[in-house]
């Protein structure tokens, strides 16, 4: 069993910046594929960033942009974000799921949340 906790959302202008962190705890971190997703209202949950013990990639719409990171000693994952807009608006949530998966692939472990705004 898998404990994700997120941290850091927040209100923020346009074009400024956040740092998500999510702690995972209950098994050995590196034996997952952990990522970042986000759902605003009344619209479908968005894969952001994956990392996969050290290999990212992102969804087209954040690349540039966001990036996410992991310290493997202290099972911490990051997502740090930049150049905020208003579309960045949502919920995020950190996921966790065994192996070498996808962002479009099947997470099996998800946090709680954390609300991230932008406003213009």
């Known amino acids: 069993q898998v404990q994700l906790v997120e941290s850091g959302g927040g209100s923020v202008q346009a074009g400024g910046s956040l740092r998500l962190a999510c702690v995972v705890s209950g098994d050995r971190y590196s034996r997952y594929s952990v990522g970042w997703f986000r759902q605003a209202p009344g619209k479908e949950r968005e894969g952001v960033a994956i990392d996969r013990d050290g290999a990212a990639s992102y969804a087209d719409s954040v690349k540039g942009r966001f990036t996410i990171s992991r310290d493997n000693a202290k099972n911490i994952l990051y997502l740090q974000m930049n150049s905020l807009s208003p579309e960045d608006t949502a919920m995020y949530y950190c996921?966790?799921?065994?192996?070498?998966?996808?962002?479009?692939?099947?997470?099996?472990?998800w946090g709680q949340g954390t609300q991230v705004t932008v406003s213009s």
């Open positions: 996921a966790a799921g065994l192996g070498w998966l996808r962002l479009r692939d099947h997470f099996t472990y």
